[in-house]
């Protein structure tokens, strides 16, 4: 397992913040690991909304999460705050892929750091549907300039 | 608050099986408060599924929940399995009204006694759609006997 | 069942922002029944955090729910945020009842209203510890005006 | 991303079964991703139980998660039932990896294939606590042979 990237706030362009619920915690009294990748794909689905790459009328798609992994850094637990900041790690022609860094409110590092897969599809078909340009451009910005 | 009625197993006619999962437990060590209102839904869910009720080809309504309550009489932990008893308490025109005990395997008395009731609706318009004479007649054979 | 009283914001002391997870919604598109209980549990246990009752180095009590329930007037969809609301109920020797308001942002009346009772015990003997006249009084002061 | 190997249940020794609960499912009418490491998390939580090495009088230690990640092959939809295999991947000093493969009841491939790192800490210091010979034996027989 080779170290984790030094990751800082200032690599996530987009931000999320989520409060944690009692309910989170589990009986180690720490917010349950699982609950680390409802975080991100709340944030990445909040991200999704705002862009209108889901939710919007004219969305002819949904995603469906085909791979995700976590590094767990630190604890987080209950009534602390996560600000989940979302990056493009990807964009793909029907798929993207999102790095996902969950750091407690007021800290410089984080207490994880997540990608997360998506790959859209028709509802209906469930076979791949390109992203149109404009979305390609939008999740573009989203991406570490090189 | 009255004291609750002598819930034994007897008194709930279908059955399913519900083991805890390490997450449903919480800070305190045992299953949260909002989980055991999982085990209900899922129960009723399983139980109407199994009635054909919801999620038959057929089925042109949803539940919606309306109302639900629950006492918890017994704490429950991680890996102990529950039994959830489920039985009618009102066959109303579009609106059923459940009756859930949760029991700990092996266990004779509840560690929690709940109600649920749904109103089923068409899935778009959301507005009451009445239960067929046949799943009336389904659901009030799972009353208790007067 | 009668009908729920007319709640409103006016009627509730104490404020918690509960934003929604993508994972709140069940298949039927809106924020799973058993979800709300969990937003009542964190709305309730931030405010018992907040003044102390819970998490600060003297509380020598935890808080075991008894007895909760909910009526739902309206469903709530993903990415909605909820302005849960907490007054007090009752005031009891080892006990707390309270009553909440989940609404959703920026409207006059409430998605669902719901009740959860605490007893406050012992964490090892979970026998009830009765609360300080400190505690009682903080709680008294959430109470609707008579 | 490389293809997944080709994970049939012959590859998992030590199997736990999960049923999908109604909430489970996310408003795209399938389990939502997280609740996959739900199941991973009970899944060898209760391999751990069963082989005492956590939940027994003489467990010194707990299990933080370090790191997980998943490949989401199929969806899964309520009421399915889960059949997860668990096998080690890993047994290190103070750390266990494990491999887990979801399979829909009755299904030959998987729906999922996971994996999971534990490192065992003194549940005060976080730091650290060795595994004894004990269980590192029992843990190696779980592994894949050679």
Not at 4 to 25: F, K, L, N, Q
Not at 34 to 43: E, K, L
Not at 50 to 64: M, N, T
């Amino acid at each position: 397992m080779e170290s984790p990237p030094a990751e800082t706030r200032e690599r996530y362009p987009y931000w999320v913040s989520i409060p944690t619920r009692w309910m989170d915690g589990d009986p180690y009294g720490h917010v349950n690991n699982a609950q680390y990748y409802s975080f991100v794909d709340t944030a990445v689905t909040r991200m999704l909304y705002d862009k209108r790459v889901l939710g919007a009328p004219e969305s002819e798609s949904i995603g469906l999460c085909v791979e995700s992994g976590c590094r767990f850094l630190a604890p987080v637990t209950f009534p602390e705050s996560i600000d989940a900041g979302v990056r493009l790690g990807r964009v793909g022609n029907s798929s993207l892929r999102y790095e996902v860094g969950l750091f407690k409110e007021g800290e410089a590092t984080p207490a994880a750091v997540a990608f997360f897969a998506h790959v859209f599809v028709d509802p209906q078909t469930r076979r791949p549907v390109p992203l149109s340009e404009e979305i390609k451009a939008a999740m573009r910005a989203l991406m570490l300039a090189a």
